[in-house]
């Protein structure tokens, strides 16, 4: 189980954490992390000032620079005896089950893995075949983003543990946001880990694999190297450390406000079929998307629109409400395949009032985020509803995340929040970095953009022909519902 609030109190970060919320009774310390080596930064800190627990919860850890960074120093905690929870979706552990067995064999260390394929673990083929054996519940994953350190602060958002979500890949870089948090709403989190970890679908590790006693004593030496390269991270000129008292640093950056954890239930990946609306994170959100009345931001990587949600765009227009969506364009996204659906909606989002805005590849002025790999791409899942309340977290604006995934997220009250979201939103829909999708009169889309200094407009969509293809061949397939 997590900490209780008392045995938080105990802890370093516990102490603090409780001295500053005690100012600030019933509401939470919240900050935005928009810049990726700070949110690395800032993971890496609380695990090595972790002294009593570190749960992670992850959809994604990949073996490169930065997740062997972070590996590192949970190792490290767990030597201090640190008790350290690391749960993982399936999908994380292909690939890597030696490293995470390695991991695994600390004797301060469990690793869980959530709604497991248990055949074919050590074969490609066989474990695609095993899970096309159970589609129909093998296919729901745990997109949960959590982490949280002696039972104090927590990080919650849409970042992995990879180098592409911290922007030091050499190829692809997220723009991603996070939410750092102090205050009641990390007992909430906690709670929502320890439903996850204690959930029958989270399976030790150790049933699938196994490492010698010692072989974390192994890994650490192994990962030494790739960790010293991480630590580069740290030396970013907007990193931050945990060193001497945080509050003096941290508290100059946080916003106090009413703020509300939400997350899936575990048993929404256990129904048959549809799980019930009352099941899921989106049917706590749904007041609030009724209660908008001037302006409606949505940032969101995947748009899949449904009949539901562009019946309730088109409501909006009635009342005077014009609804901003930014996500992906078909050159920056990650998944091509993905775009098929949402590009055959975007007349009818643009004829329902929406101002539609795609992230360019490359774009040609400054940058939110200082993104080192040649192609940027739109990762962040926030919404802003007008600019009082803001909801950020793990969830994509599909029906996957409605229907077949597990979610987790922050819902804040908070006006300077929310205009700093909007700030964001209006430098990622600059037409340096975006193009704005709009109807010509005769029907057809076009984009705007700006290239080389000058505003200009495409009557043919931007990307390469294979991305434009594989956009093609999905649309083709109509599993929108899986999507």
């Known amino acids: 189980m997590a900490l209780t609030p008392n045995a938080a109190e105990t802890t370093y970060l516990g102490t603090w954490a409780s001295q500053s919320t005690k100012r600030h009774q019933g509401v939470s310390g919240v900050q935005l992390l928009s810049d990726g080596p700070r949110a690395f930064a800032l993971r890496a800190a609380l695990a090595e000032h972790a002294q009593r627990t570190l749960d992670v919860q992850t959809y994604i850890l990949e073996n490169d620079q930065a997740g062997r960074a972070l590996l590192k120093r949970m190792l490290h905690a767990a030597e201090r005896g640190v008790r350290l929870r690391l749960l993982l979706d399936d999908t994380a552990s292909l690939g890597k089950q030696h490293l995470l067995a390695a991991f695994n064999s600390h004797p301060n260390i469990q690793v869980r893995v959530f709604n497991p394929v248990t055949a074919g673990r050590h074969s490609a083929p066989l474990y695609y075949l095993a899970l096309a054996t159970d589609f129909d519940r093998k296919h729901r994953r745990m997109h949960n983003k959590l982490w949280v350190t002696d039972g104090s602060v927590a990080i919650t958002g849409g970042r992995n543990l990879a180098n592409r979500y911290f922007e030091v890949a050499e190829?692809?870089?997220?723009?991603?946001?996070?939410?750092?948090?102090?205050?009641?709403?990390?007992?909430?989190?906690?709670?929502?880990?320890?439903?996850?970890?204690?959930?029958?679908?989270?399976?030790?590790?150790?049933?699938?694999?196994?490492?010698?006693?010692?072989?974390?004593?192994?890994?650490?030496?192994?990962?030494?190297?790739?960790?010293?390269?991480?630590?580069?991270?740290?030396?970013?000129?907007?990193?931050?450390?945990?060193?001497?008292?945080?509050?003096?640093?941290?508290?100059?950056?946080?916003?106090?406000a009413p703020t509300v954890a939400l997350w899936d239930s575990p048993e929404k990946l256990e129904a048959e079929g549809y799980p019930a609306l009352e099941m899921t994170l989106f049917d706590r959100l749904r007041d609030a998307f009724h209660q908008v009345e001037h302006r409606l931001l949505i940032i969101s990587p995947y748009i899949v629109p449904t009949q539901a949600s562009l019946e309730y765009l088109r409501s909006l227009r009635g009342r005077g409400v014009t609804p901003t969506i930014l996500t992906n364009a078909l050159e920056a996204t990650d998944l091509p395949v993905l775009h098929g659906p949402y590009a055959s909606e975007r007349p009818t989002l643009l004829d329902s009032g929406v101002r539609l805005f795609e992230l360019r590849a490359k774009p040609s002025g400054p940058t939110i985020q200082r993104a080192k790999g040649e192609i940027t791409s739109l990762h962040t899942k926030a919404i802003a509803f007008d600019a009082e309340r803001i909801f950020i977290g793990s969830m994509n604006a599909d029906p996957r995340s409605v229907w077949w995934n597990s979610e987790v997220g922050l819902l804040i009250d908070s006006p300077v929040l929310g205009e700093r979201l909007w700030a964001i939103a209006k430098q990622g829909t600059a037409p340096t970095r975006s193009y704005e999708v709009v109807l010509t009169g005769d029907g057809d889309l076009s984009w705007r953009t700006e290239v080389d200094g000058r505003l200009v407009t495409l009557e043919e969509e931007p990307g390469s022909v294979w991305r434009h293809f594989k956009a093609w061949m999905l649309r083709l397939l109509g599993v929108e519902h899986l999507l």
């Open 171 to 256: 190829e692809l870089n997220f723009n991603d946001l996070d939410v750092l948090a102090i205050g009641p709403v990390v007992n909430a989190l906690s709670g929502s880990f320890d439903r996850f970890w204690n959930h029958p679908m989270a399976v030790p590790l150790h049933y699938f694999e196994q490492a010698g006693t010692n072989a974390w004593r192994e890994l650490l030496v192994e990962l030494g190297h790739a960790a010293r390269q991480g630590d580069a991270l740290l030396s970013q000129p907007t990193a931050w450390r945990l060193t001497g008292e945080p509050g003096e640093v941290l508290l100059e950056s946080l916003t106090w």
